[in-house]
């Protein structure tokens, strides 16, 4: 047994690598996408350490590239849910007892791997099966993943190290145990780090986890437990099962042992949840954590002293960086008058060179929307702009699912700035505009803050100082992750703490060790020294 009290490898954040022509990491990545592409895989369940396999194949498919068949995932039912909470229930107590370098030393070295021999591999699993480009790919399957994994074994670190004082004779102390039961981890199809941290931020404190990821996500979160594997995780930490939201809701939450929700989704999706949550109370053995990031309705505002270039490439970039398939893509913006033929003329030139296809071709900037119920929404609303009077294509527009499911990069003036698609989320590749007139800048505030239920992120642009300090203030709850002189999205682990408000989530904010704080329940030890042995007081002589 140990004596000593160790520190961790420095933290840093993950370089994020270039794929330039001729660059080693380029050729990896090539080589990988023609391996994955050559093989079809039949990706199990992993309950318990073991891979479980089922009758229900279901078929895997690029949404850039739906005639291509990657291979397929077994599908489960309820008695692989409740498999699944038994193996983690099983793992429980040995996985919490294990001494907290040892858990950090797991995921450090998963860390390592996924930076190392699995980078490759794990950015093709993304690219083929979420149709990212090679950067969003990049960015968020390794660096941002590399970085969870990273700093959260820092904050875990950092939250053990926080105690109480002690009097003379009395030596008090906090323990942060793991919480009471098993964690359920329900991740979505955008992110493959968010996948991994769902699951893994839970139990790097101790807990054992159920993780069910989004159906579309599945062919890289099988890359996702092979690196935990590898890296030494017990079996039954974390267990992948694949059902149906509802298959896996009906067991979870009516089981005692549900300690807490690690969720990042719909805002729809969350209310019920937690509404489940809340009527089944009186089943659970404790209160459970509820911890959920949701959906978002994220601006970019102008003010007139804004440099016009910076505004129309941060709209470019934060509307339309994969799809605008992130909770944070900039989705409205409010212009002045003044800086709008500028930045009319700079943003649509950009769009017209941005080139559209397969992520498997680097050139393109632009690729598939995730699905067809996800075409379907988005080109909905398009289509109904085509006709609404008082609205204005002024770039994209158009569509096809007969090979993938590709949408334009499509941009949308408005006269009124209430318009459907200023006010709901989309989760697409469209941008809504409204020009207001310079003078009336402050009354665009107020309806930029009245005109969402949403407060994930938002961006202000100006030169003059009296006018961000004031949009800050007047737009405090409006955003839980606030940018000036920058596009709302790309918030790194560690330097840009994530989450929001209102009908956004928890604002628990995933990168920092606030999160880590939902996954413990801390116990307060006192110990007396020299106890008393007679029950008076001085006060009573």
């Known amino acids: 047994m140990s004596n000593a009290l160790f520190n961790l490898p420095t933290t840093y954040n993950e370089p994020v690598l270039s794929y330039a022509k001729g660059s080693p990491e380029r050729e990896q990545l090539v080589a990988a996408l023609k391996a994955l592409k050559a093989k079809k895989v039949d990706i199990p369940m992993y309950i318990g350490g073991k891979e ?101 074994a820092q904050f875990m670190q950092d939250l053990y190290m926080d105690q109480p004082i002690s ?28 996948a991994g941290n769902l699951s893994c931020a839970p139990a790097l404190m101790g807990n054992t986890v159920v993780w069910k990821p989004a159906e579309t996500q599945i062919y890289s979160a099988q890359i996702i437990m092979q690196v935990l594997m590898e890296a030494g995780l017990p079996d039954g930490v974390i267990n992948l099962i694949f ?3 509802k298959t896996a809701g009906d067991v979870i939450f009516s089981h005692p042992d549900f300690a807490g929700l690690h969720f990042t989704g719909s805002t729809g999706v969350f209310r019920k949840l937690w509404q489940t949550i809340g009527d089944n109370l009186s089943i659970y053995k404790s209160y459970p954590r509820i911890v959920g ?55 649509t030139a ?13 050139e393109n900037f632009i690729n598939a929307v995730i699905d067809e119920k996800a075409f379907d929404k988005i080109t909905s609303y398009i289509s109904q702009a085509k006709k609404d009077k008082g609205v ?31 006010c709901e989320e989309l989760f697409g590749p469209v941008l809504t505009l409204y020009v207001y007139k310079d003078a009336d800048y402050k009354k665009v505030l107020t309806l930029l803050d009245k005109t ?22 007047k737009l405090k709850h409006s955003a839980g992750n606030f940018y000036i002189n920058d596009k709302p999205t790309g918030a790194v682990v560690g330097q840009q703490p994530f989450g929001g408000g209102r009908a ?29 042995k007679d029950y008076r007081y001085p006060f009573m002589g």
């Open 452 to 473: 969402s239920p949403y407060a994930l992120t938002g961006a202000v642009f100006a030169i003059d100082r009296e006018a961000i300090n004031m949009t800050s203030e």
């Open 243 to 245: 059902v149906e939201g």
């Open 504 to 532: 956004s989530g928890t604002n628990d904010k995933a990168g920092s060790i606030m999160n880590l704080y939902r996954w413990v329940s801390a116990r307060t030890i006192k110990e007396n020294f020299n106890p008393p």
């Open 350 to 362: 950009d769009l017209a060179t941005m080139k559209m296809g397969s992520p498997e071709k680097f």
């Open 52 to 152: 479980v396999f089922t009758s229900e194949k279901v078929d895997i498919r690029p949404p850039h590239e739906l005639k291509h068949k990657l291979g397929t995932y077994n599908k489960g039912e309820s008695k692989h849910v409740r498999q699944a909470i038994q193996a983690a229930l099983r793992a429980k107590s040995s996985w919490e007892s294990m001494p907290w370098q040892d858990r950090a030393a797991i995921f450090l070295r998963a860390a390592d791997l996924l930076s190392g021999p699995y980078r490759a591999t794990m950015n093709a699993a993304t690219m083929l099966g979420q149709s990212k480009n090679v950067f969003q790919a990049e960015i968020d399957a390794v660096a941002e993943w590399c970085d969870f994994l990273r700093f959260n």
């Open 392 to 422: 204005k294509i002024l770039a994209g527009g158009k569509f096809d699912k007969s090979q993938g499911y590709f949408i334009e990069p499509t941009v949308i003036q408005v006269n009124d700035p209430n318009y459907v698609t200023m």
């Open 293 to 347: 990031e949701t959906g978002g309705k994220d601006f970019v505002i102008a003010h007139p002293s804004a440099d016009a270039e910076a505004v129309a490439v941060a709209l470019a970039r934060g509307a339309f960086e994969y799809q605008g398939q992130k909770c944070s893509a900039a989705s409205r913006a409010y212009i002045p008058e003044s800086l709008w033929p500028a930045i009319k003329k700079r943003l």
């Open 167 to 194: 009097d003379p004779g009395i030596w008090n102390r906090m323990e942060y145990r793991a919480l009471e039961g098993f964690v359920f981890a329900l991740s979505p199809f955008n992110f493959t780090s968010i």
